[in-house]
């Protein structure tokens, strides 16, 4: 069964920075996205980064170059590095695996941790 832990997360001003760690276990394939959404208050749930097999990132329109994901292959990880925090940003971070097959979609979510960006 996948399991995603997440790590990181907390209260930090305005312009400050933050890293939010993914370790993803128990998976069966070999081929997934890993990644992170969030979902703030009265909000539907958007993309922040997805990290691809092929190493290629999609970032959600929100990031406008601000933060930063990376992955290891081997321990399958995922990080977040957040740089130039909006109070906008505040939202609970969910980390995301994702993968499909010929005839279903599979997506796998951590509990979520909370980023928020206050003076």
């Known amino acids: 069964q996948v399991q995603l832990v997440e790590s990181g997360g907390g209260v930090v001003q305005p312009g400050g920075s933050l890293n939010l760690a993914c370790a993803a276990s128990g998976m069966t394939v070999t081929v997934f996205e890993l990644g992170w959404y969030r979902q703030a208050p009265g909000k539907q749930r958007e993309l922040v980064a997805q990290?691809?097999?092929?190493?290629?990132?999609d970032y959600g329109d929100s990031v406008d170059g601000r933060f930063t994901a990376s992955r290891d292959y081997v321990r399958n990880t995922v990080t977040l590095r957040m740089d130039s925090l909006r109070p906008e940003d505040t939202a609970i971070y969910y980390c995301n695996l994702h993968y499909s097959t010929y005839s279903q979609i599979y997506d796998f979510w951590g509990q979520g941790t909370q980023v928020t960006v206050s003076s």
């Open positions: 990290v691809r097999t092929s190493g290629h990132v």
